[in-house]
């Protein structure tokens, strides 16, 4: 783990309001309005995950936006954003 990444972990998990530090710190490509992260982990390349508006992610959610598999077998560097959008019913 970087520097960076330790330290963003440190103070997420030191905050009272971890939406709030999420949003204020630009951690992750989008962190929408009324939503909430409850795991203790900052995700490798946050910058990539796109999580929408009234989103809850649970404690042991992981959010891989990468697949070392298609990389290892086709021998290439292959990633791809996240995004988690509220589910609306048609």
């Not at 409850?38 to 649970?58: C, H, M, Q, T």
């Not at 891989?64 to 560097?77: G, K, W």
């Not at 791809?80 to 589910?87: A, L, R, T, W």
């Amino acid at each position: 783990m970087d520097f960076k990444r330790l330290w963003r972990t440190i103070r997420l998990n030191l905050s009272n309001d971890k939406g709030k530090y999420l949003r204020r710190a630009h951690i992750f490509e989008y962190f929408g309005k009324n939503s909430t992260y409850a795991s203790r982990k900052i995700p490798l390349y946050p910058e990539l995950i796109y999580i929408g508006d009234n989103v809850r992610l649970a404690a042991n959610v992981l959010l891989v936006p990468h697949d070392m598999a298609h990389a290892m077998l086709n021998n290439n560097n292959f990633s791809e954003s996240i995004k988690v959008s509220k589910y609306q019913a048609k």
